[in-house]
């Protein structure tokens, strides 16, 4: 049972509008939500993170949005630009016992971005 | 520091031979993280280790997999024998300790395994 939910399997935007990605999660013990980028042939990259103390985390063209009680998360992405255009992994923590937990990832949105 | 180094980057075995991948982290990091994509699953968890023991190995798939840590700065990952299911991309990552006021886990670019 997937943990970490990302419906979305891709998501085609016009450049310069706002990009939604949207996760779900179902573990309530999760605390800490990271998105990252992957570009073919490469690693993932941290791009955000937000966590359960907080409902929104911003960061230049990126934010993030927590809904705690829908066990949901967002990110926007505004405007959105060709650069943009590579896969999305929602992740989450369950920082436990002051240890560290693996993440937890979704499967991924494939965005889109058209000229 | 130039990153999380895996190697090889590549990998193609016949199924039944021994594969073995390696991980240098990111100096100073104390957690190692080894990850398995797949097209059906996704990024997959399989194990990590903290300050060079393992914590967590409960998603190594089988027996067939095993990895070690016998310092802070190099893992290995090996799947003895190897199936054509083991085919994916491995990806290994470090961190400092995922807690309060702490941010990411820093991934390599991982090793695209293929077993014919």
Known sequence: DQQVKQNSPSLSVQEGRISILNCDYTNSMFDYFLWYKKYPAEGPTFLISISSIKDKNEDGRFTVFLNKSAKHLSLHIVPSQPGDSAVYFCAASARTGGGADGLTFGKGTHLIIQP | ?116
Request: glycine fraction near 8%.
């Open chain 2, 1 to 116: 520091d130039a990153g999380v180094i895996q190697s090889p980057r590549h990998e193609v075995t016949e199924m039944g031979q021994e594969v073995t991948l390696r991980c240098k982290p990111i100096s100073g990091h104390d957690y190692l993280f080894w990850y398995r994509q797949t097209m059906m699953r996704g990024l997959e968890l399989l194990i990590y280790f903290n300050n060079n023991v393992p914590i967590d190995d409960s998603g190594m798939p089988e027996d067939r997999f095993s990895a070690k840590m016998p310092n802070a700065s190099f893992s290995t990952l090996k799947i003895q024998p190897s199936e054509p299911r083991d085919s994916a991309v491995y990806f290994c990552a470090s961190s400092f300790w995922l807690g309060q006021g702490n941010t990411e886990a820093f991934f390599g670019q991982g090793t695209r395994l293929t077993v014919v």
